[in-house]
Every structure is written in structure tokens, then in C-alpha cells.
């Protein structure tokens, strides 16, 4: 199975301040096809996931543009620019590239 | 819009058997295959299994695959999973999320999720 690393676990912020999340591969995601098969999801408080970023540096309809995403291989990044208070909540990265598909531990981003 | 909604929270005690539901509503159901994740409690999040709601065909993770059953009612536009033997370390949260598909490039992201059925097992 493909682990899938995070770091940090947890992230305090000031809001207008910028943030990043790293995640890493045990393989590599890069397909043959030249894309990478990672998505990044954000689970806020008390609700489900949802989809932030997919092929590693796509965002999902309905994202802020303030959120990025970049890498790849084994080693991704996910930014936002300038955190807001309807950032916080836990950041998953998964890799979507061979079953069982897998997920990062989470960082928690926190508001300062 | 987009919607799948899940069945509400179970107790069950050790050894038996939940079944949860998964109902789509504002596509097709057959054209988007389903996925079910668990989610401990405090923990990250690992995945279960797929059904695609067309043909029925499944694959689970090799963690779950003696004790998980996954079916469709396409009548019904109904995703289910089925948990047997539950013992305590199955208290989680469940989720069903829809899969969206990129044929050219093989992908798959989940689009779409249900808001999560809490599974207690406890004697």
C-alpha cells in the first residue's frame, strides 16, 4: 500500500497570514501520463470532506483561488495564501494512483 | 444538486451485523460509481471499498474485505454497505462519497459525500 505522509500535524495561523501543508508519497503518484494522481480534501468542523484539489494542482469548482496546489512524484504542497476563519479545520492528502487508496494523517490548521 | 444522504447512527453490539444506506439524489446513479470511507473517532480517514452502481462490480481494501458487503438498489438509487463480526474497533464514522470519473486519464476524485453515519460498537 502507498503511505501517505503529512507535516505538520498541527498548523496555527493568523488570519491574512499565509499557510502550507506538506504531504508525502511512499511511491511516486506521477503517472505515465504525466499527471499526479493526489487530491487534496478539507474536512472543516463536524462536517464531511471536501474536495480542495485533484491531479495535484487542480482546483475543485467552487475553491478560492487562494488555495494551490503543487508537486510532484512523492512530494506535494498544498498553500493558501492568506488564511481566513473559514480555513480551519483538518487538510487530507490521498492518492488516488492504485488501491487501496490512501490518506495522509491530517494537519489541523488552527486560527492564532 | 448533488446529494447523498446516509442512514442514522447505529448501536450494535460485538459480533453483530449494520447495515448503512447511501441515497443519491440530482444525477444519475448509475453513472457515478460509490465509495465508503471510515473514519475513527479523532483518527484520519481510510477507505473501504467502491461499488460501481452500474454493473454492481466491487472492490474493497484487503482490511476489510472478510467482514464488508457492498450493494446497490438502482431502483431505489441506494448505496449500501454491510459490516459483519463487528467488534469495538469498528466504531467509526461511515461515509459514502461519490466518484467522479476522468476516463482519458483514469482518475478518480470524490466529488461528492454523504454527511457520515456514526457505527457505535459497544456491549
Known amino acids: 500500500d502507498i503511505v501517505m505522509t503529512q507535516s505538520p500535524l498541527t498548523l496555527p495561523v493568523t488570519p491574512g497570514e499565509p499557510a502550507s501543508v506538506s504531504c508525502w508519497s511512499s511511491?511516486?503518484?506521477?503517472?505515465?501520463?504525466?499527471?499526479?494522481?493526489l487530491n487534496w480534501y478539507l474536512q472543516k468542523p463536524g462536517q464531511s470532506p471536501q474536495l480542495l484539489i485533484y491531479?495535484?494542482?487542480n482546483r475543485a469548482s467552487g475553491v478560492p483561488d487562494r488555495f494551490s496546489g503543487s508537486g510532484s512524484g512523492t512530494d506535494f504542497r498544498l498553500k493558501i495564501n492568506r488564511v481566513e476563519a473559514e480555513d480551519v479545520g483538518v487538510y487530507y492528502c490521498?492518492?488516488?494512483?492504485?488501491?487501496?487508496?490512501?490518506f495522509g494523517q491530517g494537519t489541523k490548521l488552527e486560527i492564532k | 444538486q448533488v446529494q447523498l444522504v446516509q442512514s442514522g447512527a447505529e448501536v450494535k453490539k460485538p459480533g453483530a451485523s449494520v447495515k448503512i444506506s447511501c441515497k443519491a439524489s440530482?444525477?444519475?446513479?448509475?453513472?457515478?460509481?460509490i465509495h465508503w470511507v471510515r473514519q475513527a473517532p479523532g483518527q484520519s480517514l481510510e477507505w473501504v471499498g467502491w461499488?460501481?452502481?452500474?454493473?454492481?462490480?466491487?472492490k474493497y481494501s484487503q482490511q476489510f474485505q472478510d467482514r464488508v458487503t457492498l450493494t446497490r438498489d438502482t431502483s431505489a438509487s441506494t448505496a449500501y454497505m454491510e459490516i459483519n463480526s463487528l467488534r469495538s474497533e469498528d466504531t467509526a464514522v461511515f461515509y459514502c462519497?461519490?466518484?467522479?470519473?476522468?476516463?482519458?486519464?483514469?482518475?478518480?476524485?470524490?466529488?461528492?459525500w454523504g454527511q457520515g453515519t456514526l457505527v457505535t460498537v459497544s456491549s
Open positions: 462519497a461519490r466518484e467522479d470519473y476522468d476516463f482519458w486519464r483514469d482518475y478518480v476524485k470524490f466529488d461528492s
Open positions: 440530482g444525477y444519475t446513479f448509475t453513472a457515478n460509481s
Open positions: 461499488i460501481n452502481t452500474g454493473n454492481g462490480k466491487t
Open positions: 511511491q511516486s503518484l506521477l503517472h505515465t501520463n504525466e499527471y499526479n494522481y
Open positions: 491531479l495535484g494542482s
Open positions: 490521498m492518492q488516488t494512483l492504485q488501491t487501496p487508496y490512501t
